[in-house]
């Protein structure tokens, strides 16, 4: 344990200093301690992930070819086959059943979700890193601890305290234990990441008549944005995908969540599998269009967790 | 921004310690920064946790008021044999779970660490599982699954289900639910392993080439050991996620057949919101709360997390 490098702090940040090419590599010390390349081949790490690769990629495929495909078409060609005719018909199907509004909702949750969090989580950090209140401390304690706290064992009482608070079936009710449950994970990231910043920055910002405020402001704002984009894209991907809280907390059709739509279109169109297929790839289309345009940085988000 | 970036090293080794020691004359953030965060947490997330308890010693139909009735849900719950069936079922998925995922994650994140050609194209795709909602992922193998139109009429007989209703049996059915678990988070857990492996420091591998020790050898006595850290992690986070399978369960097998695959969370949901039986559900979540806490002190405890807790105490 003692012989192991301290990892660098900053895993969150590396987006903000890209590395030559490489996913998440790129800090300095880092670098440093790169193992040179070795000179034989890692056989069997090398079979296994052609191996897993083509795990992860077969139902990936399915997905893909199914969903271009009309139901008669998919029966007669079978699972693995590249489709014989396109068609845009699922989609329509899709969007007939109430995938849209869904989609909004969606959107509306992870944004409200995204922007809350982080305004909670900042100020937050920033007192976990510089304050020497005892108040200060003891929160931190409990948000270690609220780490592993499963979203299911405490669902009764969210349910029972979110009936009562006249929130029932409305996106505040999603928001709400979203962003509650996602709070330990977005503070303990934002606090490792302020550990970087030294001192001296923030005494001469006090120098400058700077109160915390100001600090916060144009110190830890600018200094964290590496981790504040990976924790906005972590709370996002949870937001998005969220499914829990919504099934218990909402009801109507009206504020109906993505995966619910999705769960509810498989309930009703029951074997139409191609049409399952299109619903499940909108509805992560956006996911995966940030994941091309952003994947280091989402891979950073993700990581956050592991890079301790 | 107003601040010119130091040379990263300096950053961090200064950072750490005159954060540490608090010594710096710098205004200080009052407690006031840590409410917002502390009353959502506080307000969704720990009174919760007490509510329940309190819950579990009631009886409640979801509509009205909670009745306080004693011990009487306790009672029931510890006498009632499906509480054993479901705890046999979540430690099977849970340590199913944890046994199929790690070795494949610490292979492919090491494998990941290295400097193969097509190693970041094959990371980016490995990653894709883990971008799509746990419902998606469920629906999606619940399809391909399906013995009269999914792949498993083509894959079934080769893996000796000829009929290809792998849902069917009680055996395939949890074999199923592990299996979909580790199609979605080995990518997360590869990732930590790959972040990991970069860190070990490049003398030890050097020194172990100079005394001839193989690949196999390297990875047991310097990667694996080296590791260590990264693999209780990893381990808490994979246990505490199998724990709480839910959606994936519900879409996909939906507790059956019979009751083959009803875990803990999926029968705790099921007693609260299909039953309506709140009382006896909370009783059950308390037992998963009194699993989750202790699993979180083992986090706190082995990971980095608790050097992060002692810098900021050692004041």
């Not at chain 1, 040179?36 to 296994?48: D, E, K, Q, V, Y």
């Not at chain 1, 006249?166 to 990231?189: E, R, W």
Request: aromatic share 8%; glycine share 10%.
């Amino acid at each position: 344990m003692a012989t192991a490098p301290a990892p660098a702090p900053g895993q969150t940040r590396t987006p903000s200093e890209p590395g030559p090419g490489r996913m998440s590599g790129g800090s300095p010390q880092r670098t440093a301690g790169r193992r040179p390349l070795l000179s034989r081949a890692n056989i069997p790490g090398g079979a296994a992930s052609l191996i897993w690769l083509a795990i992860v990629l077969v139902p990936l495929w399915c997905m893909l070819t199914w969903s271009v495909q009309n139901r008669d078409g998919f029966l007669d060609n079978g699972p693995l086959s590249l489709p014989r005719e396109l068609t845009p018909e699922n989609l329509q199907t899709v969007l007939e059943g109430g995938f849209t509004n869904a989609f909004v909702n969606t959107a509306i949750v992870t944004v409200v979700s995204v922007a809350l969090t982080l305004v909670c989580a900042v100020p937050a950090a920033y007192a976990v890193v510089r304050s020497t209140s005892r108040f200060v401390a003891g929160a931190f304690s409990v948000f270690l601890l609220g780490l592993a706290i499963p979203a299911q064992a405490v669902i009764i009482p969210v349910y029972l305290m979110i009936v009562r608070m006249g929130l029932y079936d409305t996106k505040a009710a999603i928001i709400l234990p979203t962003v509650a449950f996602g709070l330990p994970f977005a503070v303990l990231i934002l606090a490792g990441s302020l550990r970087d910043v030294p001192a001296e920055n923030y005494e001469a910002m006090t120098l400058d008549g700077a109160g915390p405020l100001r600090t916060l402001w144009s110190l830890v704002i600018p200094m964290s944005r590496g981790s504040i984009v990976a924790v906005g894209i972590y709370s996002a991907l949870q937001a998005w995908n969220g499914f829990l809280f919504p099934l218990i907390l909402t009801q109507s059709e009206e504020q109906q969540i993505l995966t619910l739509n999705l769960w509810n279109f498989q309930t009703e169109y029951g074997v139409n599998i191609p049409g399952l297929m299109t619903a499940v790839l909108l509805s992560a289309a956006p996911v995966f269009i940030a994941y091309v345009l952003a994947r280091r940085w989402i891979v950073a988000g993700l990581a956050g967790l592991g890079g301790k | 921004m107003t601040a010119p970036a130091p040379a990263p090293a300096h950053r961090s080794l200064r950072g750490r310690t005159r954060a540490a020691s608090h010594t710096d004359n710098a205004a200080r953030p009052g407690a006031l920064y840590a409410v917002p965060a502390m009353l959502v947490f506080g307000v969704f997330a720990l009174v919760p946790l007490l509510l329940v308890c309190w819950l579990s010693f009631t009886t409640w139909n979801g509509l009205g008021d909670p009745r306080w009735t004693g011990l009487a849900n306790w009672q029931d719950l510890l006498t009632d044999p499906g509480l054993l069936h479901s705890l046999r079922i979540t430690a099977v998925l849970t340590l199913a779970g944890w046994a199929v995922q790690t070795p494949l994650a610490l292979l492919l994140g090491v494998w990941a660490a290295g400097t193969q050609r097509g190693r970041a194209l094959a990371s980016a795709l490995v990653f894709l599982p883990l971008l799509l909602s746990g419902a998606a992922t469920a629906l999606v193998w619940k399809a391909l699954l399906d013995p009269n139109f999914g792949l498993a009429r083509t894959i079934g007989p080769w893996i000796g289900v000829p009929s290809g209703n792998m849902l069917g049996t009680s055996g395939g059915a949890l074999l199923a639910i592990i299996a979909v678990g580790a199609w979605q988070f080995v990518p997360f857990h590869m990732l930590m392993y790959q972040a990991a492996a970069r860190n070990v420091p490049a003398h030890l591998y050097e020194a172990a080439t100079i005394d001839g020790a193989g690949r196999v050898r390297q990875f047991w006595s310097i990667t694996l050991p080296q590791l260590r850290n990264t693999v209780v992690t990893s381990s808490t986070l994979m246990i505490v996620g199998s724990m709480t399978t839910f959606e994936t369960i519900l879409i996909l097998t939906d507790g059956g057949p019979g009751a083959a695959t009803q875990s803990m969370p999926f029968r705790m949901y099921q007693q609260a919101f299909k039953s309506f039986e709140m009382g006896p559900a909370s009783a059950l979540a308390t037992v998963l709360v009194l699993f989750g806490t202790a699993l979180s002190l083992l986090i706190v405890r082995f990971s980095g997390f608790s050097r992060m807790r002692s810098t900021l105490e050692g004041i």
